[in-house]
């Protein structure tokens, strides 16, 4: 018996265990910071940061010394054979004796080192392998800020759905028990069909509603999780509220933020494309420069007419060699005066460019500043207009059903009812979402 429990027991705790691990809880923060860290695009930003430093030092090594060895193994299958007057050997004027120079087998093992003096696309590369670098950066920076966005939204998205249907369970929670009060009254003589009638109609469009919202609820749910890098039918649980959320996301401060425009990503991307154009100009320009280099060998060799090389009394003959190489660039045919140019012209195209984003930039502040603004005082109205709503409801239900009023008169207090709820819902999305939007143009991340 005690075993059969110990036995109990542990696949309990096994099964807590996996429950635990099958679901994930987040707030809505938890869910940025985890998203920065394993959606897939971030994944791929902070790797190209990565593959930017490896290539920054790639750049910086081909001007460091290179060191490089050959060895080389020659077997003659038939040795050339060379002519030679014979007269050198005391033979016929105008006779030629035939002569092999070398041995039927040699060996040669070197070792070279290549330094670069001067190069002056060298010099641009290593300031280009910076801009790389600072690229990758922003481009990562970027795409963080879209992730935050992304998931915000998605964030808000599963909340709005899962606010819905608990809204339209409870409306039809309380349309069936309308319905079955004026189905008796009905059926006591007391109440015509159509009231019936148009309580049904109601139902059945709530109900609609309902299964609809149910679907998108799911397509919400896997949205997020794609959003998240987790498996689209993970099981993910929201501990944030809607409203709660919308009241943290209400900030006047956030409208006062003048917003320095050099701040902001898109800027910093437009700046970094002039500073790459301004570095192949500077690119085309050193091509004009001389490229001086130098280099030391030194190596031996062996020769033999069978494999006698692994042999302690074979001979080795040592050589060494160093020089200098400058290369220097006279005349192109204009080939590097059009390349400089087009340079020149691509630089102020980004500079203009860089003036377009700037102007740009402040446009998209003061209409998301503006947006911002609009989804909170909507939210207000929303709000109010659904209090009134409810209200009206109320009075024209106790009305219904004293008499006073007509079904019609219920089914358009109850369809205003319905239409300010949802509205509702979303006037609390957007202050969220535009919130969201306008952090993401100002660059000004506030948990």
Same mark, same amino acid.
């Given at each position: 018996?005690?075993?059969?429990? +110990?036995?109990?027991?542990?696949?309990?705790?096994?099964?807590?265990?996996?429950?635990?691990?099958?679901?994930?809880? @987040?707030?809505?923060?938890?869910?940025?910071?985890?998203?920065?860290?394993?959606?897939?695009?971030?994944?791929?930003?902070?790797?190209?940061?990565?593959?930017?430093?490896?290539?920054?030092?790639? !750049?910086?090594?081909?001007?460091?010394?290179?060191?490089?060895?050959?060895?080389?193994?020659?077997?003659?299958?038939? $040795?050339?054979?060379?002519?030679?007057?014979?007269?050198?050997?005391?033979?016929?004027?105008?006779?030629?004796? #035939?002569?092999?120079?070398? !041995?039927?087998?040699?060996?040669?093992?070197?070792?070279?080192?290549?330094?670069?003096?001067?190069?002056?696309?060298?010099?641009?590369?290593? $300031?280009?392998?910076?801009?790389?670098?600072? *690229?990758?950066?922003?481009?990562?920076?970027?795409?963080?800020?879209?992730?935050?966005?992304?998931?915000?939204?998605?964030?808000?998205?599963?909340?709005?759905? #899962?606010?819905?249907?608990?809204?339209?369970?409870?409306?039809?929670?309380?349309?069936?028990?309308?319905?079955?009060?004026?189905?008796? *009254?009905?059926?006591?003589?007391?109440?015509? #069909?159509?009231?019936?009638? $148009?309580?049904?109609?109601?139902?059945?469009?709530?109900?609609?509603?309902?299964?609809?919202?149910?679907?998108?609820? !799911?397509?919400?749910?896997?949205?997020?999780?794609?959003?998240?890098?987790?498996?689209?039918?993970?099981?993910?649980?929201?501990?944030?509220?809607?409203?709660?959320?919308?009241?943290?996301?209400?900030? *006047?401060?956030?409208?006062?933020?003048?917003?320095?425009?050099?701040?902001?990503?898109?800027?910093?991307?437009?700046?970094?494309?002039?500073?790459?154009?301004?570095?192949?100009?500077?690119?085309?320009?050193?091509?004009?420069?001389?490229?001086?280099?130098?280099?030391?060998?030194?190596?031996?060799?062996?020769?033999?007419?069978?494999?006698? @090389?692994?042999?302690?009394?074979?001979?080795?003959?040592?050589?060494?060699?160093?020089?200098?190489?400058?290369?220097?660039?006279?005349?192109?045919?204009?080939?590097?005066?059009?390349?400089?140019?087009?340079?020149?012209?691509?630089?102020?195209?980004?500079?203009?460019?860089?003036?377009?984003?700037?102007?740009? +930039?402040?446009?998209?502040?003061?209409?998301?500043?503006?947006?911002?603004?609009?989804?909170?005082?909507?939210?207000?109205?929303?709000?109010?207009?659904?209090?009134?709503?409810?209200?009206?409801?109320?009075?024209?239900?106790?009305? @219904?059903?004293?008499?006073?009023?007509?079904?019609?008169?219920?089914?358009?207090?109850?369809?205003?009812?319905?239409?300010?709820?949802?509205?509702?819902?979303?006037?609390?999305?957007?202050?969220?979402?535009?919130?969201?939007?306008?952090?993401?143009?100002?660059?000004? +991340?506030?948990?």
């Amino acid at each position: 018996m005690k075993k059969k429990l +110990i036995l109990f027991f542990s696949l309990l705790c096994s099964i807590v265990m996996i429950s635990q691990e099958s679901s994930q809880s @987040f707030s809505l923060q938890e869910a940025i910071d985890f998203a920065l860290e394993n959606n897939r695009s971030a994944k791929n930003a902070a790797l190209d940061i990565k593959a930017a430093e490896k290539q920054k030092w790639e !750049t910086t090594a081909t001007g460091l010394p290179q060191l490089s060895a050959n060895i080389d193994y020659q077997n003659f299958l038939k $040795q050339q054979v060379s002519l030679i007057p014979a007269e050198f050997f005391g033979g016929n004027e105008g006779e030629f004796s #035939e002569v092999i120079f070398s !041995t039927k087998q040699s060996v040669t093992a070197f070792a070279k080192i290549d330094q670069l003096i001067f190069d002056g696309s060298y010099l641009v590369g290593l $300031q280009s392998a910076k801009v790389f670098l600072e *690229i990758s950066k922003n481009a990562k920076e970027k795409t963080d800020l879209e992730v935050r966005k992304a998931v915000i939204n998605a964030y808000g998205n599963v909340l709005l759905a #899962e606010e819905s249907v608990k809204i339209l369970e409870r409306n039809i929670s309380i349309l069936q028990k309308n319905l079955d009060e004026t189905t008796k *009254i009905y059926e006591n003589g007391l109440e015509e #069909e159509e009231s019936v009638e $148009q309580l049904q109609i109601t139902l059945s469009g709530v109900e609609s509603n309902l299964n609809k919202t149910k679907r998108l609820k !799911t397509l919400a749910y896997q949205m997020l999780n794609m959003t998240l890098g987790l498996d689209i039918n993970a099981k993910t649980v929201l501990t944030d509220a809607l409203e709660n959320l919308t009241a943290q996301y209400i900030s *006047i401060n956030l409208l006062e933020n003048e917003g320095n425009v050099e701040n902001t990503i898109d800027y910093k991307i437009a700046k970094n494309d002039e500073v790459s154009k301004s570095l192949l100009l500077k690119l085309e320009k050193s091509k004009a420069l001389p490229r001086l280099s130098a280099f030391i060998n030194g190596g031996y060799s062996a020769f033999s007419n069978t494999f006698t @090389f692994t042999d302690s009394d074979q001979d080795w003959f040592g050589s060494s060699l160093v020089g200098i190489n400058m290369s220097i660039p006279i005349f192109s045919s204009g080939m590097r005066s059009a390349s400089t140019q087009r340079a020149r012209i691509n630089l102020e195209k980004a500079k203009d460019d860089l003036t377009e984003t700037e102007q740009r +930039i402040k446009l998209e502040i003061a209409a998301a500043k503006s947006d911002y603004q609009f989804a909170i005082e909507d939210y207000e109205n929303k709000k109010k207009n659904l209090n009134l709503a409810e209200r009206i409801e109320q009075k024209n239900q106790t009305k @219904f059903f004293e008499g006073i009023s007509s079904s019609f008169e219920l089914r358009q207090a109850q369809t205003q009812l319905y239409s300010s709820q949802q509205e509702f819902l979303q006037a609390m999305l957007d202050v969220i979402n535009k919130k969201a939007e306008l952090e993401t143009v100002l660059n000004t +991340i506030n948990y």
